[in-house]
Nanobody, 124 residues
Framework: QVQLQESGGGLVQAGGSLRLSCAASGGTFSRYTMGWFRQAPGKEREFVAAITRSGGTTDYGDSVKGRFTISRDNAKNTVYLQMNGLKPEDTAVYSC?????????????????WGQGTQVTVSS
């Protein structure tokens, strides 16, 4: 079983940047597709980004394309989310997740393991 722990959230002004990290333990990290999701109050959970097991290919939700970058370091069992050009509408709890599905699973139900999440707040 994989345990995931996010870090790096916080309060930032619009236009600023944050880098989220998600450290994995308890499993073979390189066997999992990794994803980031977010959920704002009163809204459904939203797919943000995913990265293949090797890290060679990535996919993004339409609302973050061109601003966010997902990456991973399999030697460190860690996945990252670099967020640039942040907007107030990016405010949410961001969670990382691990999936055994090959390719780009974008549905939350395709991810078996989840972190507890980290709050990102973007002020206008």
């Amino acid at each position: 079983q994989v345990q995931l722990q996010e870090s790096g959230g916080g309060l930032v002004q619009a236009g600023g940047s944050l880098r989220l990290s998600c450290a994995a333990s308890g499993g073979t990290f390189s066997r999992y597709t990794m994803g980031w999701f977010r959920q704002a109050p009163g809204k459904e959970r939203e797919f943000v980004a995913a990265i293949t097991r090797s890290g060679g290919t990535t996919d993004y939700g339409d609302s973050v394309k061109g601003r966010f970058t997902i990456s991973r370091d399999n030697a460190k069992n860690t996945v990252y989310l670099q967020m640039n050009g942040l907007k107030p509408e990016d405010t949410a709890v961001y969670s990382c997740a691990a999936s055994g599905v090959v390719g780009f699973p974008t549905g939350a139900g395709q991810y078996a393991y989840w972190g507890q999440g980290t709050q990102v707040t973007v002020s206008s």
